[in-house]
């Protein structure tokens, strides 16, 4: 395998298999470098094995919504064993034979920088070899898991979101701490698999604070009533673990103790920047990489380098990553051939717009774009709607008790749609209407004239303008 290649991509998560892809389809050379898995955190300890735990949550709920259905218990190792299929039982032999049929070298092992257009690979085994690229290297490595610096937690062995996702066997008392994404989706999915005893250790004063607060409020209704316990505006002061694997002592800052077998750590994650080799090329090893519109780094001479994905800090999601790759691998083949690099879909619009995003608890929670908040403290001149949800014809049908609620944050000036969310079950099909509603800034007098059909819960789009005074 020859040591110089085009492009070199360090991480093989999505982000990094889509530059890969998209050079190689402009006829550039790739390599890819990958410490863990092909395929990355997504595929096998976050996205993928977190939606497979909570799909069986989702459709007992729905079914017991619904008059005539029975809703068995659930068998929790055939769950968990959907879960492993799912993940291909850790296996990234298919991931791997995908890069090699897109026509880019795998090599496995950990990469950093060593110099300009340089990259180190050594193996597990301590091999080192040396790559060189032509045009530009692309850091992909994703983020990491924050362990909070508490008093005897990093020692208590806590969970992170790749524990939780891959459990074997599941904790009757498990303590989560953090009111986000992480947090909210395995303590519902936890708690439904079997942890009798779950409570969600919450900082602030509500759950999901990066969304409009109705949201996080029927999550939190929601939790409760399946049991789950929430703590909010209390702090984790100090864990104690005096035998491994024994039980956890969790002090909380209301002078509570509380003790589980358990704790899961979901309180954010940072840049995956550390032994990147970024002081190398003149860069901060702290990160995020930060980077233009066209996801090359800023400060570096040349600007060979690039940064896709959670670790260039714009939107950790990994959808959001695969949109970047794929702009930043246009533009690289773009540029190694002297060709324009300033094409429409050679810039990056969609983050500075608010990246979709679905939180898959029951209900649901769907957003994309700004909040009422966030539009009013850039200046917009703001103007909402909101709807129930469980008022419209189509939700009705889908069972008893179907609840939710919709919000739309409007332009007033120019009579678009600055974000929308969505909380209900199964919501998240509803998604991509408002994207395209609030990135193609799509006018309300133009929207009017999209019907949505009889009977579905998306009519609920007719009902948000009417609301508005169409």
Known sequence: MPDVFDVIVIGAGPAGENVAGRVTRGGLTAAVVERELAGGECSYWACI?????LRPLDLAGEASRVPGLTVSDLDVGDVLAWRDEQVSGYDDGG??????????????????????REVEVVSAGGETRTLTARHAVVLATGSSPVIPPVPGLAEAGPW?????????????????????????????ALHGLGAKETTVVVRGDRLLERVEPFAGELVARSLAEQGVRIRLGETVERVERPVPGGEITVHLSGGDVLTADEILVAAGRHPATRDLGLSAVGLDDRGPVR??????ATGVDDGWLYAVGDVNGISLLTHMGKYQARICGDVIVARARGEADDR???RDRADALGSPQVIFTDPQVCAVGRTEDQARSEGFEVRTVEYD????????LLGKGYAGRAKAVID?????????TFAAPGAAELLHAATIA??????????WHAVPAFPTVSEVWLRLLEAYGM
């Open 412 to 420: 007033e000036r120019r009579k678009v749609l600055l974000g929308v």
């Open 389 to 396: 949800m469980g008022a419209v014809a189509g939700a009705t």
């Open 160 to 188: 992170t979101n790749r524990e939780a996702t891959g459990v074997r066997s599941v904790p009757e008392r498990l303590l989560v701490i953090g009111g986000g994404v992480v947090a909210c989706e395995m303590a519902q």
């Open 49 to 53: 094995p977190s939606k497979a735990l």
């Open 344 to 346: 429409p879909g050679m």
């Open 438 to 447: 609030v990135t193609a800034s799509v006018p309300l007098d133009d929207l």
């Open 95 to 116: 991931q791997v034979g995908w890069i090699d049929s897109v026509g880019a070298a795998f090599v496995r092992g950990s990469g950093r920088l060593t110099g300009p």
């Open 291 to 296: 980077v233009d519109d066209s996801m090359r």
